[in-house]
Protein backbone atom coordinates (compact mmCIF):
# COMPACT_ATOMS: atom_id res chain seq x y z
CA UNK A 1 0.00 0.00 0.00
CA UNK A 2 2.97 2.32 0.79
CA UNK A 3 4.57 1.77 -3.04
CA UNK A 4 0.83 2.36 -4.65
CA UNK A 5 1.03 5.75 -2.25
CA UNK A 6 4.15 6.69 -2.99
CA UNK A 7 3.75 6.05 -6.77
CA UNK A 8 0.47 8.20 -6.90
CA UNK A 9 1.75 11.08 -5.28
CA UNK A 10 5.10 11.32 -7.75
CA UNK A 11 2.87 10.41 -10.26
CA UNK A 12 0.25 13.58 -9.09
CA UNK A 13 3.20 15.66 -7.47
CA UNK A 14 4.27 15.75 -11.71
CA UNK A 15 1.20 15.89 -13.20
CA UNK A 16 -0.02 18.78 -10.81
CA UNK A 17 3.45 20.78 -11.89
CA UNK A 18 2.48 20.35 -16.02
CA UNK A 19 -1.11 21.38 -15.28
CA UNK A 20 0.83 24.58 -13.82
CA UNK A 21 2.49 25.26 -16.51
CA UNK A 22 -0.30 24.75 -18.75
CA UNK A 23 -2.57 27.17 -17.10
CA UNK A 24 0.15 29.51 -16.81
CA UNK A 25 0.92 29.50 -20.17
CA UNK A 26 -2.92 29.87 -21.26
CA UNK A 27 -3.78 32.66 -18.71
CA UNK A 28 -0.55 34.31 -17.22
CA UNK A 29 0.32 36.13 -20.47
CA UNK A 30 1.16 39.92 -19.78
CA UNK A 31 0.48 42.39 -22.75
CA UNK A 32 3.63 42.30 -24.48
CA UNK A 33 3.37 38.45 -24.78
CA UNK A 34 5.43 37.24 -21.81
CA UNK A 35 4.29 34.34 -19.56
CA UNK A 36 4.55 34.00 -15.56
CA UNK A 37 4.75 31.26 -13.75
CA UNK A 38 2.88 33.01 -10.83
CA UNK A 39 0.49 35.57 -10.13
CA UNK A 40 1.86 39.45 -9.60
CA UNK A 41 0.24 39.19 -6.00
CA UNK A 42 2.78 36.45 -4.91
CA UNK A 43 5.86 38.17 -6.77
CA UNK A 44 4.62 41.18 -4.57
CA UNK A 45 4.66 38.97 -1.13
CA UNK A 46 7.75 36.80 -1.69
CA UNK A 47 9.73 39.41 -3.48
CA UNK A 48 11.37 37.72 -5.84
CA UNK A 49 10.37 35.93 -9.13
CA UNK A 50 12.22 32.65 -8.89
CA UNK A 51 10.83 32.25 -5.41
CA UNK A 52 7.62 33.18 -6.76
CA UNK A 53 7.86 30.52 -9.47
CA UNK A 54 9.08 27.69 -7.20
CA UNK A 55 6.41 28.08 -4.67
CA UNK A 56 3.86 27.78 -7.56
CA UNK A 57 5.77 24.87 -8.99
CA UNK A 58 5.87 23.02 -5.61
CA UNK A 59 2.60 23.95 -4.29
CA UNK A 60 0.53 22.68 -7.30
CA UNK A 61 2.87 19.43 -7.30
CA UNK A 62 1.90 18.85 -3.75
CA UNK A 63 -1.65 19.65 -4.68
CA UNK A 64 -1.22 17.35 -7.51
CA UNK A 65 0.18 14.84 -5.49
CA UNK A 66 -2.95 14.93 -2.88
CA UNK A 67 -5.49 15.11 -6.61
CA UNK A 68 -3.79 11.22 -7.09
CA UNK A 69 -3.45 9.99 -3.75
CA UNK A 70 -7.24 10.65 -3.12
CA UNK A 71 -7.44 8.27 -6.27
CA UNK A 72 -7.11 5.93 -3.38
CA UNK A 73 -11.01 6.36 -1.85
CA UNK A 74 -12.05 4.44 -5.24
CA UNK A 75 -10.43 1.26 -3.57
CA UNK A 76 -12.54 1.45 -0.51
CA UNK A 77 -14.56 -1.57 -1.56
CA UNK A 78 -17.80 -0.92 1.20
CA UNK A 79 -18.09 2.50 -0.74
CA UNK A 80 -20.33 3.21 -4.13
CA UNK A 81 -18.39 4.63 -6.70
CA UNK A 82 -20.70 7.69 -6.76
CA UNK A 83 -19.71 7.93 -2.77
CA UNK A 84 -16.21 7.98 -3.47
CA UNK A 85 -16.28 10.35 -6.34
CA UNK A 86 -18.59 12.65 -4.49
CA UNK A 87 -15.86 12.81 -1.25
CA UNK A 88 -12.94 12.66 -4.09
CA UNK A 89 -14.75 16.15 -6.10
CA UNK A 90 -14.90 18.11 -2.31
CA UNK A 91 -11.26 17.13 -1.15
CA UNK A 92 -10.13 18.19 -4.49
CA UNK A 93 -12.67 21.30 -4.82
CA UNK A 94 -11.21 22.69 -1.20
CA UNK A 95 -7.89 22.03 -1.62
CA UNK A 96 -8.08 23.81 -4.86
CA UNK A 97 -9.32 26.79 -3.07
CA UNK A 98 -6.51 26.45 -0.55
CA UNK A 99 -4.04 26.92 -3.31
CA UNK A 100 -5.64 29.85 -5.19
CA UNK A 101 -5.38 31.36 -1.86
CA UNK A 102 -2.10 30.56 -1.22
CA UNK A 103 -0.82 31.38 -4.46
CA UNK A 104 -3.06 34.49 -4.40
CA UNK A 105 -4.22 33.35 -8.03
CA UNK A 106 -6.62 36.40 -9.70
CA UNK A 107 -9.76 33.87 -10.32
CA UNK A 108 -11.97 35.76 -12.90
CA UNK A 109 -15.19 34.17 -13.84
CA UNK A 110 -13.32 33.15 -17.01
CA UNK A 111 -10.65 31.06 -15.54
CA UNK A 112 -12.91 29.62 -12.34
CA UNK A 113 -14.91 28.50 -14.91
CA UNK A 114 -12.44 26.97 -16.70
CA UNK A 115 -10.46 25.33 -14.12
CA UNK A 116 -14.07 24.09 -12.72
CA UNK A 117 -14.75 22.85 -16.14
CA UNK A 118 -11.20 20.95 -16.38
CA UNK A 119 -11.91 19.29 -12.63
CA UNK A 120 -15.63 18.64 -13.68
CA UNK A 121 -14.70 16.64 -16.80
CA UNK A 122 -11.33 14.62 -15.06
CA UNK A 123 -13.79 13.54 -12.74
CA UNK A 124 -16.60 12.78 -15.25
CA UNK A 125 -13.25 10.75 -17.53
CA UNK A 126 -12.41 9.06 -13.87
CA UNK A 127 -16.28 8.01 -12.89
CA UNK A 128 -16.30 6.33 -15.96
CA UNK A 129 -13.16 4.15 -16.43
CA UNK A 130 -14.02 3.50 -12.65
CA UNK A 131 -17.62 1.91 -13.65
CA UNK A 132 -16.44 0.16 -16.25
CA UNK A 133 -13.23 -1.29 -14.58
CA UNK A 134 -15.94 -2.48 -12.40
CA UNK A 135 -17.87 -3.44 -14.16
CA UNK A 136 -15.33 -5.72 -16.27
CA UNK A 137 -14.53 -7.10 -12.96
CA UNK A 138 -17.84 -7.60 -11.58
CA UNK A 139 -18.38 -9.64 -15.09
CA UNK A 140 -14.88 -11.68 -14.55
CA UNK A 141 -16.24 -13.03 -11.19
CA UNK A 142 -19.60 -13.57 -12.58
CA UNK A 143 -17.94 -15.90 -15.08
CA UNK A 144 -15.53 -17.78 -12.69
CA UNK A 145 -18.93 -18.00 -9.96
CA UNK A 146 -20.31 -19.53 -12.88
CA UNK A 147 -17.54 -21.74 -14.07
CA UNK A 148 -17.41 -22.84 -10.54
CA UNK A 149 -21.03 -23.84 -10.09
CA UNK A 150 -21.42 -25.80 -13.35
CA UNK A 151 -17.56 -27.76 -12.02
CA UNK A 152 -19.70 -28.66 -8.96
CA UNK A 153 -22.96 -29.92 -10.96
CA UNK A 154 -20.64 -32.16 -12.74
CA UNK A 155 -18.60 -33.45 -9.60
CA UNK A 156 -21.79 -34.44 -8.18
Known sequence: MRK???IRAAAGFLLGIAV???????????????????SSALLNRVGNATAAALLQ??????????CMCGTLLYEIERW??????????LIISLLYAQVASLLEWELTLHTLLFIEGLMTAGFLA????????????????????K??????????
Do not use: Q
Not at 22 to 38: E, Q
Not at 80 to 89: D, E, F, I, K, M
Not at 147 to 156: A, C, I, M, P, Y
Open 4 to 6: KIL
Open 20 to 38: SVVISLLFNRTADGAVHFY
Open 57 to 66: LAVCGLYGAA
Open 80 to 89: PLALATAVHY
Open 126 to 145: IWLIMYFLYKAEVRKLNELM
Open 147 to 156: KRNEEKEKNG
